[in-house]
């Protein structure tokens, strides 16, 4: 059992938990992932290593309810045990010394950016970083990410903070006013805003790296589920991934693949839905 240590509320829907999964943080680097699965009975779910204490054997991991197992890991409280950890999984972030780069993080998609960041800047890069949300509430790692970063944009799509605008605004402005200073992207959040910043790219010919939140089962490239089509061939992103190049991703085939089982994940969050207001029910019953 991989025991929760930490846990922190970062907005809303968001959270973050720290867990102690000693193999795991022994050998973790930045673009790499973990499959968990909260007991004996759920469901497989890959969540980013956010970050990493070798030592102590954690690592961290942030996460946005979006349906029943992320929904299901909000209510685990320190203290509790998740069934399985595995990994690390996937290919480390290609970090080398590049010049300047920009980092785009959205949504969720600021937790992985992170140790990304961090690695760019460690390796000697002028890292320009971007992060955005819908909202101010949704947005969180602002102090990390200017920790990180020599330069730091923040946006919200509804100018509640910082500059109302979606990340690829900024983005095109920097390629126009910085033109062939800018040697590499890497861009991570949900796949139509990757869609967008490749699309941003690719008249400035400046290699795009995406981070592909496909759905996985196994993580060990067996069972097919994560299948992506990258310059026209098939590739798996637990394996030959999570990262690729932005402008030779399909990116409209991985749009409708992540919609494919949403009647059933509709089913799983409201029959997960009733079970709890059944225990909270018989708790009460109990109790009285
Ligand atoms: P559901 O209602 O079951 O699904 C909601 C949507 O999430 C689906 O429509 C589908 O698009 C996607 N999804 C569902 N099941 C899976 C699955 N088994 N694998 C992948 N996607 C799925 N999310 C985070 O919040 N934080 C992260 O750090 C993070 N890292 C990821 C890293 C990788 C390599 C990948 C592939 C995905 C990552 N995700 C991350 C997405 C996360 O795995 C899904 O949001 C989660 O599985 C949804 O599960 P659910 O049961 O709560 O929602
Ligand atoms: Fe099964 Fe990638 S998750 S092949
Ligand atoms: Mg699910």
Not at 33 to 42: A, K, L, Q, S, Y
Not at 264 to 283: G, I, K, P, Y
Request: glycine share 10%; net charge negative; hydrophobic share 40%.
């Amino acid at each position: 059992m991989y025991k929760i240590v930490e846990k922190e509320i970062l907005s809303e829907v968001t959270k973050r938990i720290v867990v102690e999964a000693p193999q795991v943080a022994r050998k973790a680097q930045a673009g790499q992932f973990v499959i968990i699965r909260i007991d004996e009975r759920g469901e497989r779910i890959p969540l980013t290593i956010a970050d990493y204490e070798r030592d102590a054997g954690l690592v961290t991991l942030i996460f946005q309810e979006v349906g029943k197992t992320t929904r299901q890991l909000g209510t685990l409280e320190p203290g509790d045990a998740l069934a399985t950890v595995v990994g690390p999984l996937g290919h480390p972030s290609e970090i080398e010394n590049y010049g300047t780069v920009v980092c785009v993080g959205g949504g969720v998609g600021i937790a992985p950016v992170f140790p990304i960041a961090r690695a760019l800047k460690e390796a000697g890069n002028h890292v320009i970083s971007i992060i955005g949300a819908r909202n101010k509430d949704l947005l969180f790692w602002e102090d990390r990410m200017r920790a990180v970063s020599d330069e730091l944009i923040v946006c919200t799509d509804d100018g509640s903070y910082g500059r109302k605008a979606l990340v690829t605004e900024p983005l095109k402005e920097l390629l126009e006013e910085r033109a062939g200073e800018i040697a590499r992207v890497w861009a991570i959040g949900p796949a139509i805003m990757m869609k967008f910043v490749s699309l941003t790219t690719h008249p400035f010919n400046v290699p795009t790296i995406v981070s592909l939140n496909s759905i996985m089962v196994d993580g060990t490239g067996m069972c097919g589920c994560c299948r992506v089509l990258v310059n026209g061939e098939a590739r798996f992103v637990c394996v030959d991934g999570p990262e690729f190049e932005g402008h030779e991703v399909d990116w409209d085939n991985l749009l409708s693949r992540l919609q494919f089982y949403r009647e059933e994940e509709q089913l799983a969050l409201e029959r997960w839905e009733h079970e709890c207001r059944l225990d909270a029910a018989l708790q009460e019953k109990g109790g009285a």
